[in-house]
């Protein structure tokens, strides 16, 4: 058995030789350990300051090329990674689109023959790039150790040839890769994904500080993109409506009633054709000024005047009769109804009045009752423009307007799921017969093939020998005799119908299909912006 080591002694009780000894070296070593510590914190305290500063950079923008960008730059500033490039996922949630790179001049450090490569090249289907799927898949960083997994990756995303592959393999100096994904949500309660990061280091092992700083940096990249990306989708909403109600306002120029509208201060902001040219009400002024109540009978200006002023206090004019007088002196019967447009917080922004002239109603009683459904079609349409109800309780309210104007006896939604693929799915019902609602649910054609089901414009048919024979049965058999098909547009295309039965004869005209058309295109805008606010509200 050796000596023991003089130099190496067991665990025990120090001896007073030891204990001073110790004292001697602690001051020393304290000063040391102290001072790193003071390092390590002022370096952590700058780094915190930098990411909240890149993290605020990135919300303040209103692109997601700017936001790339800030993002890029931030992660090679601040970590030792050495390149960072990002790409974004289109809306379709199906396309990566190169946006920005960052790093050594070299991008990607792929050698000299790809100086000239870009970023902006990058645009191909996220399914073809296994790691950027996983990572938005899972929601967790995927580690690249090898280079045949960075190259693999590359290749994916750019589509090289195989001999500059090769030389990117050979030349390569990047030891670890990470994909980074960018996305709102979680697994939980449902991931947006927005895009993915990939970053390189010339480094062997990863740093857990870098590492936490990009992701840090992702996250708030993620929420500025997402911002970015739904105002762009209501501004687009905004202005699909902004045009939807200007066709609204061209049909109610061409209207046979009277219309005209008023801001919350009283003055008129449109009157129709019919108004300018009756000649017998004032558009300058407050609401009904002293030139057009000097024109009102005198019985009835208290009545009319009490009834304007209940508009500033949410109140309604509806079916309301007075006695106005012409240029030529003749007295009038008109009959007012009006509709409130408020804005998100209830307060009345514009006060619209539907003027109908009844005298001659004895001398065209069934010309006065179709321009009566048109006068309630115009005003349910401008509410339901700038109401705020439940989605369900807007589409029965559409069936109901449309039924009621063309007389339909029962009436359908249908939305196409896939525009491409023509798949068909029932949205809503009314009045149908419960068996007949079951068959639809069940065995109803799921791919577009019927003459109701294609086109842009509105059809009625009578002859109902080309539509599929068992639908056609039950059809006969509720007696009905004519269908009309109201398409639901968006952006130009339909993403639905309305299919309305009636037992009887039906016929339509120029202008009930062009109000039609209209009810059409606001049903498509209540359609798309329910759905996107139900994707918002699930975030």
Same mark, same amino acid.
């Given at each position: 058995?050796?000596?023991? !080591? #003089?130099?190496?002694?067991?665990?025990?009780?120090?001896?007073?030789?030891?204990?001073?000894?110790?004292?001697?070296?602690?001051?020393?070593?304290?000063?040391?350990?102290?001072?790193? $510590?003071?390092?390590?914190?002022?370096?952590?305290?700058?780094?915190?300051?930098?990411?909240?500063?890149?993290?605020?950079?990135?919300?303040?923008?209103?692109?997601?090329?700017?936001?790339?960008?800030?993002?890029?730059?931030?992660?090679?500033?601040?970590?030792? =990674?050495?390149?960072?490039?990002?790409?974004?996922?289109?809306?379709?949630?199906?396309?990566?689109? &190169?946006?920005?790179?960052?790093?050594?001049?070299?991008?990607?450090?792929?050698?000299?023959?790809?100086?000239?490569?870009?970023?902006?090249?990058?645009?191909?289907?996220?399914?073809?790039?296994?790691?950027?799927?996983?990572?938005?898949?899972?929601?967790?960083?995927?580690?690249?150790?090898?280079?045949?997994?960075?190259?693999?990756?590359?290749?994916?995303?750019?589509?090289?040839?195989?001999?500059?592959?090769?030389?990117?393999?050979?030349?390569?100096?990047?030891?670890?890769?990470?994909?980074?994904?960018?996305?709102?949500?979680?697994? $939980?309660? &449902?991931?947006?994904?927005?895009?993915?990061?990939?970053?390189?280091?010339?480094?062997? $092992?990863?740093?857990?500080?870098?590492?936490?700083?990009?992701?840090?940096?992702?996250?708030?990249?993620?929420?500025?993109?997402?911002?970015?990306?739904?105002?762009?989708?209501?501004?687009?909403?905004?202005?699909?409506?902004?045009?939807?109600? &200007?066709?609204?306002?061209? +049909?109610?120029?061409?209207?046979?009633?009277?219309?005209?509208?008023?801001?919350?201060?009283?003055?008129?902001?449109?009157?129709?054709?019919?108004?300018?040219?009756?000649?017998?009400?004032?558009?300058?002024?407050?609401?009904?000024?002293?030139?057009?109540?000097?024109?009102?009978? #005198?019985?009835?200006?208290?009545?009319?005047?009490?009834?304007?002023?209940?508009?500033?206090?949410?109140?309604?004019?509806?079916?309301?009769?007075?006695?106005?007088?012409?240029?030529?002196? !003749?007295?009038?019967?008109?009959?007012?109804?009006?509709?409130?447009?408020?804005?998100?917080?209830?307060?009345?922004?514009?006060?619209?009045? =539907?003027?109908?002239?009844?005298?001659?109603?004895?001398?065209?009683?069934?010309?006065?009752?179709?321009?009566?459904?048109?006068?309630?079609?115009?005003?349910?349409?401008?509410?339901?423009?700038?109401?705020?109800?439940?989605?369900?309780?807007?589409?029965?309210?559409?069936?109901? +307007?449309?039924?009621? =104007?063309? &007389?339909?006896?029962?009436?359908?939604?249908?939305?196409?799921?896939?525009?491409?693929?023509?798949?068909?799915?029932?949205?809503?019902?009314?009045?149908?017969?419960?068996?007949?609602?079951?068959?639809?649910?069940?065995? =109803?054609?799921?791919?577009?093939?019927?003459?109701?089901?294609?086109?842009?414009?509105?059809?009625?048919?009578?002859?109902?020998?080309?539509?599929?024979?068992?639908?056609?049965?039950?059809?006969?058999?509720?007696?009905?005799?004519?269908?009309?098909?109201?398409?639901?547009?968006?952006?130009?295309?339909?993403?639905?119908?309305?299919?309305?039965?009636?037992?009887?004869?039906?016929?339509?005209?120029?202008?009930?299909?062009?109000?039609?058309?209209?009810?059409?295109?606001?049903?498509?805008?209540?359609?798309?912006?329910?759905?996107?606010?139900?994707?918002?509200?699930?975030?």
């Amino acid at each position: 058995m050796s000596a023991p !080591d #003089p130099e190496h002694r067991p665990p025990g009780p120090s001896s007073p030789e030891d204990d001073r000894r110790s004292s001697r070296s602690i001051p020393g070593d304290r000063v040391s350990i102290f001072d790193e $510590e003071r390092r390590r914190l002022k370096h952590r305290l700058e780094l915190q300051e930098l990411v909240h500063t890149f993290s605020d950079q990135m919300r303040s923008q209103r692109s997601i090329d700017n936001i790339a960008r800030v993002l890029t730059d931030a992660v090679v500033e601040l970590t030792s =990674f050495r390149n960072a490039m990002l790409s974004i996922l289109e809306e379709d949630g199906r396309t990566l689109i &190169g946006v920005s790179s960052s790093g050594h001049k070299r991008t990607l450090e792929i050698g000299s023959r790809l100086a000239k490569y870009s970023i902006h090249r990058i645009q191909c289907d996220l399914s073809t790039v296994p790691a950027y799927t996983e990572a938005l898949t899972t929601g967790e960083i995927v580690y690249h150790g090898t280079k045949e997994e960075i190259v693999s990756t590359l290749s994916a995303l750019t589509g090289l040839n195989p001999g500059i592959l090769e030389i990117i393999r050979r030349t390569i100096r990047m030891n670890l890769a990470l994909s980074v994904p960018l996305y709102i949500g979680d697994r $939980e309660t &449902g991931m947006v994904p927005l895009g993915v990061m990939g970053i390189s280091s010339t480094k062997t $092992e990863v740093d857990p500080e870098d590492v936490r700083v990009v992701q840090i940096l992702a996250d708030q990249a993620s929420l500025a993109i997402y911002n970015v990306r739904l105002f762009e989708r209501v501004r687009r909403q905004a202005k699909r409506a902004e045009i939807s109600e &200007g066709r609204i306002r061209r +049909i109610m120029d061409s209207a046979h009633d009277m219309i005209i509208s008023y801001d919350d201060s009283g003055k008129v902001k449109f009157a129709n054709n019919a108004l300018r040219e009756s000649r017998v009400y004032s558009m300058e002024g407050e609401l009904i000024d002293k030139v057009t109540l000097d024109r009102v009978h #005198p019985d009835d200006q208290a009545r009319l005047v009490e009834a304007y002023l209940g508009l500033q206090d949410n109140l309604s004019i509806r079916g309301m009769e007075y006695r106005i007088r012409d240029p030529s002196g !003749d007295w009038l019967t008109h009959n007012i109804n009006t509709a409130l447009v408020q804005d998100e917080n209830g307060k009345v922004v514009e006060m619209v009045a =539907f003027i109908r002239d009844v005298t001659l109603e004895r001398h065209g009683e069934k010309e006065i009752v179709r321009r009566n459904k048109e006068l309630e079609i115009l005003n349910a349409l401008i509410t339901n423009l700038t109401s705020d109800i439940d989605f369900k309780e807007m589409i029965d309210r559409s069936l109901t +307007i449309i039924s009621e =104007f063309t &007389g339909a006896d029962m009436a359908t939604f249908i939305s196409i799921q896939e525009p491409s693929s023509g798949q068909l799915d029932i949205v809503s019902h009314l009045w149908v017969p419960e068996e007949f609602a079951d068959f639809m649910e069940a065995d =109803f054609p799921k791919e577009s093939g019927s003459p109701l089901l294609v086109g842009n414009d509105v059809q009625v048919l009578s002859d109902m020998k080309n539509i599929d024979p068992e639908y056609r049965s039950y059809i006969e058999s509720l007696g009905i005799k004519a269908l009309v098909s109201i398409p639901v547009m968006l952006r130009g295309e339909p993403i639905g119908y309305v299919i309305g039965g009636v037992k009887g004869p039906l016929v339509l005209d120029e202008e009930d299909i062009a109000i039609l058309r209209a009810v059409g295109d606001q049903l498509g805008i209540v359609f798309e912006t329910a759905r996107q606010m139900t994707e918002v509200h699930d975030d």
